[in-house]
């Protein structure tokens, strides 16, 4: 089992569409836990913590699930924008650890 | 405030030759970490240090590879002699305390080996 899981995707959605991406990890330690986005031939960039009580930024929503080891992402009303990788992260120890990534197209 | 700084941003150069990858991280930041990613296999750690200690290198692909830290705001990656299959980009990141805050990345290095 990979250490992050995500579908790789593609989500193409409209503008102004609810979009949702789903992360499992294998490491029940694991106690720190991140959403990055990755545009086209640029770094990672961090996009938001996930807490355990679930936390809000902007259209933006993170949930964690510790019992079941899942980390969601929610965007709301996408704008082209958001058209990106967005990739979950989780610590093991000393080290974060990446999953692949699930690729995001909004279009008009 | 400054970012990670990785340079060059672009390197061509022909197999056989060596490589020297280079990165200051955000001052202040006590952990660096060097990553490799390409289509095939994503973003992958290669070695990362704390305090300017190496503290795992497991993921370094071969012993053509070799990366230093010798100073809190340096550290170099090394491929010699480099192969067409290091072509890549390779990313330098830092952060404040490990695993346990974000990672902040350089813009990354596009290496390209023929």
């Known amino acids: 089992r990979k250490e992050v899981e995500q579908d790789p995707g593609p989500f193409n959605v409209p503008e102004g569409a609810t979009v949702a991406f789903n992360c499992t990890y294998s490491?029940?330690?694991?106690?720190?836990f991140f959403w990055y986005r990755q545009d086209c031939r640029k770094e990672p960039k961090l996009l938001m913590s996930?807490?355990?009580s679930g936390n809000e930024d902007g259209r933006f929503t993170a949930q964690l699930n510790r019992a079941s080891q899942y980390i969601s992402l929610l965007i709301r009303d996408s704008k082209l924008s958001d058209s990106a990788t967005y990739l979950c992260?989780?610590?093991?120890?000393?080290?974060?650890?990446f999953g692949t990534g699930t690729r995001l197209q909004v279009f008009p | 405030d400054a970012g990670v700084i990785q340079s060059p941003r672009h390197e061509v150069t022909e197999m056989g030759q060596e490589v020297t990858l280079r990165c200051k991280p955000i001052?202040?930041?006590?952990?660096l970490f060097w990553y490799r990613q390409t289509m095939m296999r994503g973003l992958e750690l290669l070695i990362y240090?704390?305090?300017?200690?190496?503290?795992?290198d497991s993921g370094m692909p071969e012993d053509r590879f070799s990366a230093k830290m010798p100073n809190a705001s340096f550290s170099t990656l090394k491929i010699q002699p480099s192969e067409p299959r290091d072509s890549a980009v390779y990313f330098c990141?830092?952060?404040?305390?490990?695993?346990?805050?974000?990672?902040?990345f350089g813009d990354g290095t596009r290496l390209s080996i023929l």
């Open positions: 990141a830092s952060s404040l305390d490990g695993g346990y805050q974000p990672q902040h």
């Open positions: 490491n029940s330690a694991s106690q720190s």
């Open positions: 996930v807490y355990s």
């Open positions: 992260v989780v610590n093991q120890g000393d080290k974060l650890i």
């Open positions: 001052s202040g930041h006590n952990s």
């Open positions: 240090f704390n305090n300017n200690v190496p503290i795992d």
